[in-house]
Every structure is written in C-alpha cells, then in structure tokens.
C-alpha cells in the first residue's frame, strides 16, 4: 500500500465565505480539510470519494478497521446514508439534531466501505457548530473522524490540528475553542434496545429520560476489554487519547483524593516531573504543588480534558495525576477519556 503523503502549506485560516468556498472546492477535489465542530475539531473528506477516504486514514494514521462518522446537515440526508430509521432513532435525532449525538444504523449498500471499515452501519451525525454547518449546506457528505493523530488525545482548538497535521493537510478552518471538548455521545439504534457506544456530552441519564426506556452501556466502556473480546464499536479496542507523559486516575472520595494526590506528588523521583490535573477547589488545597486545574465542574473539565492533556505534554511535565470523577452524568464520559488517556491505569484512594 502507498503511504507516502503529499506535501503542503498547510492555512489555518478562520471561517468566513472565502475560507468556505476554498474549503467546498478543496473536498470536492478529493482533499482533507480539518473542520470545526461543537465536540472536537475533525478530519474531513469527501464520504462518497473512496481515494478521498483513505487519506483521512493516512494523515491521522488510524488503523483501518476503525469506521468514520458521516456529518450530514439536516435528517433528510439519511436517506442515502441508512437502510431504515427506527422510531427509537427518530425521537434522539428530534430532541438532538443538530447536536453532538451521534447514530449508528443499518447502512445502504452504496455508502463506501472504506468509511464503515465493512460493518453492516453507518455512523451518522448532524453537528450544530456554525461553521460545520456552513460547510455542510452544499449538501456534501462529510466524512469525519477527530482531527488527533490516532492514539493523542483529541483537538479542540486549530492550533492542535496544526501541531498534529502541519504540512500535511491544506486547510484548517479555525472555528474557535470547542465547546463541548469532548467527542459526541455514540448510541447504537440499528438493533433491537439502544446501546450506548461511546458517552458523551448527551448523558446516558438524558437518552434514557427521551427514549423513556434503559440504555445498556457498551462493553469496553468503562474497563478495557479483555483479550480476543469483541467491541460493538471497533474504536474501543485501540490505544487512545494518551499524552506523551505517564497519566494516573486517582479515585475516591474528596477528602481520601486530596490526601492520595498529595503522597503520590511528594513520593514522585523529581526526575519523573509530576504535575496534578485537578478541580480547581483541589489544585488550591494541593498548593504549592504544581498544577493544571480543570475548572469548576464537570462541564468545565470535559472541555478542558484534553487541551490540559496536550499542555502538559508542552510544559514538559512526565507524569500527570488526574483527579477521577464520579461517574454519572457528564462524568461519565470523562471518566471513558481519563481512564483511556491513563491505559487504565488508577489509584483507589480511601
Ligand atoms: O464528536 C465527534 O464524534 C467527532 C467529530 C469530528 O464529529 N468525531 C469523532 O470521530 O470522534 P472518531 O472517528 O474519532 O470516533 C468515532 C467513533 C469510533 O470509536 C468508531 O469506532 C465509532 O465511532 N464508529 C464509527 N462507525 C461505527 C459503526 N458503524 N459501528 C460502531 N461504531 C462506529
Ligand atoms: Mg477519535
């Protein structure tokens, strides 16, 4: 297989008509362009075009056997997309679309088997960020995954895309800081009962509530997978979202943490370069320890996770110790990132 790269200078230029069209006449052309959405920056091309496909797989370097999300514009786009669209899908795609929910449903044979890695569905999603939407109106079919180099953690500002992409890609259309900051919540509906694939900023608590019925959790959600056990989203089973520096997820109640993040910080050879990625409440307690703080609540830390992961990286800290949230909620989601960003790696403080 060629996996040699073209070679560019790459633009990062902010949305607006003129970035627009250069963007439209770019994927029309088979080329990838790194889009901004309300979740994550993503890595688009054209869905239809199969050349176009494979470059997002050589750019990002992720494995072939993970399948892309389509981002369409408005619902009546599916037509070409999904063989049917169960009730159930109908009712999370009236209350969320457009949003960061993504669907997965029983493909049409048409839709290119480079996007959905040969599975029998498509991952559909209709974001709401401005500038995802003014590139979708043409009507093209966007596929997307996010804009990280397979494995980091993902990019919620252009910068990130630039230092992950540089050269490669020729536009980045710069839509600003993502508000979300983490990638859409995944709901398998092509099957009998909603499984939910990966959490996200749309809570399992908020799709049980809409639905008016359970949702089950994918396996390999929360723990890693055990060897040779199958994932319903292929996505599951690789590395991800991990930084260069060694992360740890401390667990337990406030109390139990402060004094667990504290020893592990004070036991720790200077030469590993700890750092603490905390609640703000708790970065002050820890002083003067060094810290990168998370904000004040779970959504606060949702959209800073990742960013704060990349900082680290950047100030050169090789060992960070991640404050666990409790799991419901948003918090789940951050747990499913945190837990992924640690290779599930944690600490039960009591
Ligand atoms: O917020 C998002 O969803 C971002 C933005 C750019 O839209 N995109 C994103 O794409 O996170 P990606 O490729 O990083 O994650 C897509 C996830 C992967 O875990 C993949 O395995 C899963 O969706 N997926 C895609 N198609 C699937 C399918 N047919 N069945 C099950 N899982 C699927
Ligand atoms: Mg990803």
Redesign the pocket.
């Known amino acids: 297989m060629d996996v040699s790269l073209k070679k560019y200078d790459t633009r990062l230029l902010p949305v607006n008509d003129e970035s627009l069209r250069l963007a439209q006449t770019l994927l029309r052309a088979g080329e990838v362009v790194a889009l901004p ?1 309300e ?4 890595l688009g091309a054209d869905a239809f075009n199969e050349e176009a496909v494979r470059n997002i797989f050589k750019v990002k370097g992720r494995p072939q056997d ?4 389509v ?1 369409i514009y408005d619902k009546s786009q599916l037509d070409r997309l999904a063989a049917e669209v169960p009730e159930r899908a109908k009712k999370l795609i009236e209350r969320f679309w457009p949003g ?1 929910l ?1 669907l ?1 449903l029983k493909k049409k044979p048409q839709v290119p088997d480079s996007v ?1 890695a040969h ?1 029998p ?3 559909v ?1 209709c ?1 709401s960020h401005p500038g995802a939407r003014a590139l979708l109106k043409s009507g093209i079919f966007i596929a ?4 990280n180099l397979s494995g980091r953690p ?1 990019t919620t500002t252009a910068q990130h895309v630039l230092d992950d992409h540089a050269g490669k890609i020729p536009l980045i259309l710069d839509g600003g800081p993502c508000q979300v900051g983490l ?2 919540t ?1 709901v ?1 509906v092509s099957g009998g009962h909603a499984v939910l ?2 959490p ?1 900023g749309i809570t399992r608590e908020v799709l049980e509530e809409t639905l008016g019925e359970p949702v089950a959790l994918g396996k390999g959600v929360l723990q890693p997978l055990e060897d040779g056990e199958q994932a ?5 089973k690789h590395t991800h979202y991990k930084p260069r520096a060694r992360v740890i997820v401390f667990e337990g109640e406030t109390d139990a943490l402060c004094r667990g993040l504290a020893q592990a910080y004070d036991e720790a050879a200077a030469g590993d370069r700890p750092v603490l990625m905390c609640m703000e409440a708790l970065c002050e307690k820890l002083r003067p320890r060094e810290s990168l703080s998370l904000g004040k609540d779970a959504q606060q830390m949702a959209s800073r996770l990742f960013a704060d992961l990349r900082r680290a990286d950047e100030l050169g800290y090789g060992l960070i110790l991640l404050q666990g949230v409790e799991e419901t909620g948003l918090g789940l989601a951050v747990m499913n990132r945190a837990l992924r960003a640690a290779g599930f790696e944690t600490r039960r403080c009591d």
Do not use: C
Request: hydrophobic residues 35%.
């Open positions: 959405t979740t994550v920056y993503g993970n399948p892309l999300i981002h960061p993504t997965i959905t599975l569905t498509v991952a999603r974001p997307a995954p996010s804009a993902s990638e859409s995944v398998d694939l990966r996200g319903l989203s292929p996505g599951l």
